[in-house]
């Protein structure tokens, strides 16, 4: 018999390069209006519910924005920790959680 050989990949994440990302994350987040301008490129085109933290430093200003869930059409499953552990690497002290609907509906019967 021939041994069969298995090879791991070890898989990163990936970084988006956003133009424009500069004048953004250098400007503190004062309004929702100023958070829905910075999240507008992740979540502008999006067939599905995707989640997004947003990490603050001392003066509002970004210190990371991650994904941290990409579900289905109709919702999205979150684990707390994923969130918690994006904000302690990234030295952030606040945070802004925000999610789309792609439907458009933004009513939820439960």
Do not use: C
Request: avoid cysteine; aromatic fraction near 6%.
């Amino acid at each position: 018999m021939e041994k069969e050989v298995v090879k791991f990949i070890r898989l990163k994440q990936e970084r988006i390069k956003i133009e424009g990302w500069e004048q953004l994350s250098a400007s503190a987040i004062s309004t929702p209006y100023d958070t829905a301008n910075l999240v507008e490129p992740f979540l502008k085109e999006a067939d599905r519910e995707m989640m997004l933290v947003i990490g603050l430093d001392t003066k509002n200003k970004t210190t990371v924005i991650s994904i941290i869930s990409i579900g289905t059409l109709n919702q999205s499953t979150v684990l707390v920790r994923e969130i918690f552990k994006t904000l302690l690497l990234a030295n952030s002290i606040r945070f802004i959680v925000v999610h789309n609907h792609p439907s458009g509906d933004t009513l939820s019967i439960v």
